[in-house]
């Protein structure tokens, strides 16, 4: 079992930057794929990025291609979401995931959710 907690959320202009980390508990991080889910109102639930167990696969939603960057410090049981460009419609609440079957089909449920932070984007 792991336990998530998210930190880095905010208020930011639109084209600012904001870095999202999600610490982990445990010490069997390193067996856990990763990942950023968001929320925005009124809409479901999607997946924004995500990371392989090792850190050398990597997924991301059409829509954060080239502006959102996953990475992740097994040392130190934290997964990061550098987001930068940032536009209104990135606001959302952003979540955590993380899964310990995952291998290479990032896209797959996870079963570990953090209790997420709130990302909100002015124009």
């Known amino acids: 079992q792991v336990q998530l907690g998210e930190s880095g959320g905010g208020l930011v202009q639109a084209g600012g930057s904001l870095r999202l980390s999600c610490a982990a508990s445990?010490?069997?991080?390193?067996?856990?794929?990763m990942g950023w889910f968001r929320q925005a109102p009124g809409k479901e639930r999607e997946l924004v990025a995500a990371i392989t167990r090792g850190g050398g696969g990597t997924y991301y939603e059409d829509s954060v291609k080239g502006r959102f960057t996953i990475s992740r410090d097994n040392a130190k049981n934290t997964v990061y979401l550098q987001m930068n460009s940032l536009k209104p419609e990135d606001t959302a609440v952003y979540y955590c995931?993380?899964?310990?079957?995952?291998?290479?089909?990032?896209?797959?449920?996870?079963?570990?959710w953090g209790q997420g932070t709130q990302v909100t984007v002015s124009s």
């Open positions: 445990g010490r069997t991080f390193n067996s856990f794929a």
């Open positions: 995931v993380a899964d310990p079957l995952i291998g290479g089909n990032l896209r797959a449920p996870y079963r570990y």
